[in-house]
Each structure stands twice: as structure tokens, then as C-alpha cells.
């Protein structure tokens, strides 16, 4: 990990985001010359992410906190969506981790074309990937993988949303690289359907084929053969799903290149409103309406049935996350990028500009304890509005470190 001064106007200037592009998306020079100048950095994808990475620095707490000074208790509604299912179905907590994978593929067409502009062969490139890869899994095991522990008893190899990236990022770049558009969609929609058939046909030791319980499915169990010891003991799978968080990735490439393509503004983001659409529809389809017939269909039915479950990333999920990601994403840019609201967005573009940075130091420092010396014996004090008083302050301690960062325009890339 290396960290760098980057002049603002830079449109290469990106974060720490895993970024990428595609040969075949950079025209030869007789053609480049008719084309628009290329994209330079859009700010709606470094908002993107830093609403998303919001959620998890202090957002999640902070809502909550709120709404149970407003309405005690706190609506149900919201309970459920500020937390996980235990096992089948979706909240919008769910989304916090298919969206940073569908930004990395949104990145990946803009940062592949910078470097082909460069002259970089595609073994240079190749040597990259390769790189960033093995970074983000190792950043992953020092996160939650108990790495910096050093200790096997409690060292987990694959558990954590860096390493999830990784996979996603590796296989995407592959992609990106050797097939055309075309051929890109075609392995998308094959990752998605070879993981719904391993689940829905492959049976297990201990399971027959289509088991989806929450401690005996094929995903677990492979997960928990190859692993053995240093799997993470919890009911998240990471090798099988490997095929549904490349596909999750796969679906913000095609967001990126819908923003590098030639289509005005507007075009651009009714086409990724449109995508965002059909893939909610198949998600609901494959995922809530096929599940709630399957008990009284035939049995065909019951084996293209795949309910919606995070914990296993289904292929179902995958295109109703990507459906949900597709919207935010054509929202941010028409808002933004489009009509040129940007003020608003400065709040989250200074936590989007060093994601992975401020990620890992979540989980590293524990900010709460950094701002209980300053609030933590006047917020004793404050009552019921304590505990948002300290939410507040660490929130504001971690926002002031990155937006000094951003002010110094010093970006920390992997």
C-alpha cells in the first residue's frame, strides 16, 4: 500500500477503490479522434462510495440513534432494515457489501483504458492485478481474519468483504482483458447460472442436492472441507460464492462502460436506470416469486427456484443488489454528474476519496474510545441523548482525519 500527493485535477486521481478497463474499449487512433474526449473523474462514483462506506464508519449507529430519540421504540420497518436477516431475505443493510463490489467494476473500464493509453502492455497489467489482488487478501486477513493476531487458533483464511473484492476484482479484470462486451455478458450470466446449478443440483456429504439450511448447504460445506480449521465458523461462504461476487462485479463494469460510452448524460443514465430495473425483476422473480410457489409447482419449479440469501450470496441476490446498485448509481450521476448538484455531495466524495484507508482503520482503532476522553464524562450528562453524543463525536473525528486527507489530496491506493 503506498500513499501519494495527487494533483485534483488529475482525472487518474482515483482513490483507493480497485480500479480497471478494457483493451477493446480503446479505439485505435484513426477512430479515437472522432470520439468525445474520454470521461474525466466523476464525483457520483467517489459519492457512491463514500455513502455506502457512511453506513459502516458510524452512519448505522448514528441513524439509529436518532430515530430512537424521535420514536422510542424504533419502528420495526427500520429495525429490520439496519440489520441482517438471520438467513432468507433482504434489507437495505444487505446492500452495504454488493455495492462496494458493483463500484469496483464501475471503476475498473475507466482506470484499464487510462493504463492502455499509456502504452501498458497487458502483462504489465496482468502483473497489477496480480498485485492488488494479493494486497486486498491479505488487507482482508488482517481486518477480520485475525492475521495481526498471530495465532493459528484463531486465524480465519476467507472472511472478510477486501477478500470477497478480490476474487471479484481478479476475475473481472480476466474478463476485461481477454473477451469482448458481448462475450462479458455471456460469462456473467454463465457465473450466475453455474452457481445456482452447483447449489440446486450437486449434492453433499451430510445433504442432498438443493439443501439451502443455513448450516448445511454446498457452499458451507465446501467452505468448511477446504478451510478446515481456519474457516471462520460462521454461516458466510466465500470459494462457490467466489462465482456470484465476480458476477456482483461484472454488473458495475457494465455500469462503467454504459458511463464511458458515447451516449449524452441523459442516455446514459436512463440506460442504467433500465438496467437497474430488469435486473430487480429477475431478482424478484428467481429469488421471492419462484420460492413462494415452489412448495405447490412441479419439481422443475422447485429447482429454478433460488431464494434471495445474502449469507451465501445467491444468484438471485446477486441481480437483486445489482438491480438496487444500477438505481443509486444512475441517481448519484444524473444528480451530480448531470445537473451539476454537487455541494451536498462533498460530504460523502471526502469519505468515497479514501474508502479503503479509513475501512481498515475501523477496524483497527476503536474511534469511541479516541473521542470518549473529549465528550465521553459530558455526555454522562446528556442523558438520553449520551450515547448519540458519542456516536456523533467519533463519526466527526473519523470525517475531519479524511477530510484533512482530502485537503492535503493525499489518497492511500492499493
Known sequence: MTTSNVDKKRRDAQPPSEQTARPRDVQPPSERAARPPAPGRMLSVDALRGFDMFWIIGGHGIVLGLAALIVDPVPAWLQFHMSHPDWIGFSAWDMIMPLFLFIVGVVMPFSFAKRLEQDQTKWRMYAKVARRTVILFVLGMAA????????LDTFHIFSNTLQAIAVGYLIGAILLLEVPVIGQVLATLGLLLAYWALLAFVPFPGG???????????????DKWVFGRFQDGTTYTWLVS????????????FGGQLLRSRWSPWMKATWITLLGILCLAAGWAWGFWLP????????????????????????????WAGGWSF???AVFYAIIDVIGWRRWAFFFIVIGANAIAVYMATHVIEFHDISDPVVGGLAEHFGRFGAITKDLCAFAAIWLILWYMYRNKTFVRV
Open 144 to 151: 477480520q481474519g485475525n492475521l495481526l493476531d498471530f495465532k
Open 208 to 222: 442432498q442436492a438443493g439443501l439451502l439450511e443455513p448450516q448445511n448447504n454446498l457452499a458451507l460445506v465446501v
Open 242 to 253: 467466489g462465482l456470484g461476487f465476480a458476477a456482483t462485479t461484472m454488473l458495475g463494469v
Open 292 to 319: 413462494s410457489i415452489a412448495a405447490t409447482s412441479p419439481p422443475f419449479v422447485q429447482h429454478l427456484s433460488l431464494p434471495i440469501i445474502k449469507h451465501i450470496w445467491t444468484s438471485s441476490m446477486v441481480l
Open 327 to 329: 438505481l443509486l448509481l
